[in-house]
């Protein structure tokens, strides 16, 4: 056994069975055999408990409930759907049955030298359920149970509790987050409802133990790289607002609000930004802290192991940030999330219990068809964000804080209206979205960059924008439309649902003298030397066709408008003469225009056009 170890392999006796763990595809043929010879006297020898070093992702739960004295911050409850079987003497069987599949729930923690230890119970444990008296209703049943007290230091980590709610008897699963996170839970719930079904229950799950060594030993190697990549995060997490003051009084209260957020919208980096975004609004600025659980599984082989590998990782949500940056933080942080929180703590210099925000991204729901799981009811911080990956693709998103109903309704207004809203940029007549680049880190909601190279030619500015209106899988909220995209905007709004805003920078209604003079004139008079350079490039890149720009100064030239839309901004460049052009008053009843002194080609690029796009799309009134 001793020279096993020497080579990173390991054996421990647990349930009749001898687990071996580590590198154990070195074991040659002669020792698997010698193992299979001595089973009987190792299984004989064994103790009763196996004691083995507390992963260390798990130290802050150990350390928060011995910081806090709080017993009751760390449990999960799985309310069943339906009510308590006729003999409940089968949920003492189920209990028991979970106990023999799942050892690790019969486990606690010991701290008795310089390291907290795991002691697990190398022998199938005895199992007696619970009753918890009699509750109002489901609601007040499953609050006593998420606050009800547990240490880490005690053993037994999932209860059957039964109760009388309203007269009838319910029951449900209580798991300590120690030994469980969302996709262990997905796991032990389904096998709980197969098994009151039809009996049939899992062989013992021992994947824990391996998936646990490896996931310590991943960490071994590579703990001075994490180290340094989380002190190169200290200047970032420096600069955070003190957001304590500005808010209201934290209250006992939660309060929660949910939606469906659709496929393809984008899921943690849109809503955060979304969030921010709303927090600005409500007086509170960026940079400010949250924090975000993050699964350490892989789904090699560790998938459906018992237990919790969960690590808790620092963001920073600012209002100030493109969507971009943002995503590109949050993926460095993710990956460098395997160093213990703690020592993430003290690396960037961040305070954790600081966070206003929690940030919880789930794949697919936790919880089958037959448990109800509630987690609004509890809210670790004075905000936290939930998405849950739903099955026909999207997210459900919830937002919960215990900031008061007031404060709260209005965050989540202003959140799900940033969330909800689609923009559309329609390019000039070149066609490409690169016209757009200077604005795009300014756009907090998903956008849709129209291209015109790839799109049909259609024979009129009104056809062409029928096709896009065809088309929309979801339509706008709001348009942008550089030049001609104006143009096809004005058109767009007369086709489309729901009245988007139109915002028009520097379009203008066609001259007669455009009509008379030919497409590819206009293309050599309206075009600088060093533009028409760029497009030969990029046709030669296959990006743009010079043959559609032509067709578009053609439906421009030719274009009547017709009808009129209610309201629309216009950015204005100046003219020739220094004074702004006099158009779209019969086409738009209420025109809002701001004047700006940029050029026509450089004004998708002027600083202030772009604060004030911004401000119009983010609600912020006319300069």
Partial sequence: MNDLSKRDIYCQPLHGRLVVFGQWQRLTVQERAALAQQKAALLAQADNEWRTPLPAWLNAIVLGEMMSGDLTQYGLFFLAVGGAPEDEQRLTQLGAALYRAFPLLASNVAWDGEQPEWCVSTRPAAYLPEEA???????????????????????????????????????????????????????????????????EMTAPDFSF???????????????????????????????????????????????????????????????????????????????????????????DGGAAASGCYINLIPLVLDAGCSAAEFESRRRSWLEHALLPQEEIAEAAGVNYRRALVMLNIIDRPATPPAFRHSPEQRSRKPITLTLTGIEQGGWRVALTTRLGEAFSQALGGRATAGIGRMIWLLPDFIGHPGC???????????????????????????????????NAAEPPSIIVGYSFGGALGFELLQRLPGAPRLIMVDSHLPRAEFRRTPAEQQFTRWLTTETRDWIALMEQLGEIRQAVILHNIALFSDWRPQGRIVQADWICCRGENGAPAGDWREQVRELRRFDSDAAHHTVMTDRDVIVHISQLINGGAMS
Avoid: K, N
């Fill in 436 to 470: 757009f680049r200077a604005l795009l880190p300014h756009l907090p909601a998903a956008t849709r960059s129209i291209d015109y190279h790839r799109l049909p030619l259609c024979g009129s500015l009104a056809a062409l924008a029928q096709h896009l209106a065809d």
């Fill in 209 to 299: 133990i391996q998936l646990q060594w490896r996931l310590g030993r991943t960490l071994a190697l590579q703990h001075s790289r994490l180290q340094r990549f989380w002190r190169g995060q200290a200047a970032l997490f420096a600069a955070l607002t003190p957001w304590e003051e500005t808010l209201p009084a934290v209250t006992p209260t939660t309060t929660g609000q949910t939606f469906d957020l659709p496929a393809g919208r984008g899921g943690a980096t849109l809503v955060a930004q979304a969030l921010a975004q709303a927090l600005r609004q409500q007086g509170i600025g960026g940079p400010l802290l949250a924090v975000a659980p993050v699964t350490l599984r892989r789904g």
């Fill in 133 to 199: 008296g009699e509750y109002a209703d489901d609601e007040a049943f499953i609050q006593a149970q998420l606050v009800r007290p547990h240490s880490v230091f005690q053993r037994g980590m999932l209860r059957i509790v039964t109760a009388r709610c309203a007269g009838e008897r319910r029951w449900g699963i209580w798991l300590h987050h120690l030994v469980a996170d969302a996709d262990f839970i997905r796991v032990l719930l389904s096998l709980a409802q197969r098994w009151l079904q039809d009996g």
